[in-house]
């Protein structure tokens, strides 16, 4: 079993920044993957960037790609997300998850964290 405990979350003004971090416990062979997802209210849950642990590659959906960084750090099985130059649009609840194969949809992963506020005023 895995579990994913995410921080990092708040209130910043529009052009802010802020990291993300996922902490990740009980990581199995099953868990290649992390990722970050967000949802925002009355919208479908949607992809945000993934990584993988051994590799570091990295993906990025189109709306962050360029603003949002994401890097993992194995030795304490870490994930996070740097989140520069943030727009009102970015307001979401930001989930990590976890899965054996890099993936933009939400069923290819198979552990999920609670979730973290991100609000960026105008």
């Known amino acids: 079993q895995v579990q994913l405990v995410e921080s990092g979350g708040g209130l910043v003004q529009a052009g802010g920044s802020l990291r993300l971090s996922c902490a990740a416990s009980g990581r199995t062979f099953g868990s290649a993957v992390m990722a970050w997802f967000r949802q925002a209210p009355g919208k479908e849950r949607e992809f945000v960037a993934c990584i993988t642990w051994t590799t570091a590659d990295a993906y990025y959906s189109d709306s962050v790609k360029g603003r949002f960084t994401i890097s993992r750090d194995n030795a304490k099985d870490t994930v996070n997300l740097q989140m520069n130059s943030l727009k009102p649009d970015d307001t979401a609840v930001y989930y990590c998850?976890?899965?054996?194969?890099?993936?933009?949809?939400?069923?290819?992963?198979?552990?999920w964290g609670q979730g973290t506020q991100v609000t960026v005023a105008s």
């Open positions: 998850a976890s899965g054996p194969i890099v993936g933009i949809t939400t069923p290819q992963y198979n552990y």
